[in-house]
């Protein structure tokens, strides 16, 4: 099955600076690749997403990067705000399920 | 619009109890899901329902069972609960199996004792 593995764990940033998050898949069939932010306490809630025949999209402050060929896909925030403060999870997925990565818990120091 | 509405919210159980955590959905998704959530784990796989009338294992399934009851509805059930079955539960449901966005339940905490 499918495996995705999260980097780093933890990261801490300045208020303002960029933070980037990056995420591994091991099925190249895997053509769909959401992240999600979960906030203490909260569901995860889906912040944007990207599929295998885009290499890169951006929502405002937020940005995915897609690299098929090396299995990795990237979320980089910009202009970080301490809002931006909460888990991010990356997942891939083929046809039926969607698979987790471990979680990036990103602290948006004032 | 209800989205994933769970229950219950929290539950403490004694070793060797069973419950049911009920999910339902009001967004006409086909897929539905149960994962598991345990610290710098991320969330796991329990079991899937790709469809109505059929459900699989996921990534972590011993000790639950499932139950597809209809399109909205999917039930996770511990028979026997165990200690490391404590855990916060997420439900959750999509169009299609993995082709889009997953809309998450606001989950149940379960502390069995």
């Known amino acids: 099955g499918e495996n995705v593995e999260q980097h780093p764990s933890t990261l801490s940033v300045q208020e303002g600076d960029s933070a980037v998050i990056k995420c591994t898949y091991s099925d190249s069939a895997s053509n769909y690749f959401p992240w999600y932010k979960q906030e203490l306490g909260k569901r995860p809630q889906l912040i944007i997403d990207?599929?295998?025949?885009?290499g890169e999209k951006k929502d405002q402050r937020i940005a995915v990067t897609l690299n098929k060929t090396a299995k990795h896909f990237s979320l980089h925030i910009t202009e970080t705000q301490p809002e931006d403060s909460a888990v991010y999870f990356c997942?891939?997925?083929?046809?039926?399920?969607?698979?987790f990565g471990s979680g990036t818990q990103l602290t948006v120091l004032p | 619009n209800a989205g994933v509405t769970q229950t219950p919210k929290f539950q403490v159980l004694k070793t060797g109890q069973s419950m049911t955590l009920q999910c339902a959905q009001d967004?006409?998704?086909?897929?539905m899901y149960w994962y598991r959530q345990d610290p710098g784990m991320g969330l796991r796989l329990i079991y899937y329902s790709a469809s109505e009338g059929t459900t699989d294992k996921g990534e972590v399934p011993n000790g639950y069972n499932v139950s597809r009851l209809n399109k909205r509805e999917f039930s996770l059930r511990l028979e026997s609960a165990a200690p490391s079955q404590t855990s916060v539960y997420f439900c959750a449901s999509a169009v299609t199996g993995g082709g889009g966005g997953y809309t998450f339940g606001s989950g149940t905490r379960l502390t069995v004792v």
């Open positions: 990207i599929r295998s025949n885009v």
């Open positions: 967004m006409n998704h086909n897929s």
């Open positions: 997942a891939a997925s083929s046809e039926r399920q969607l698979t």
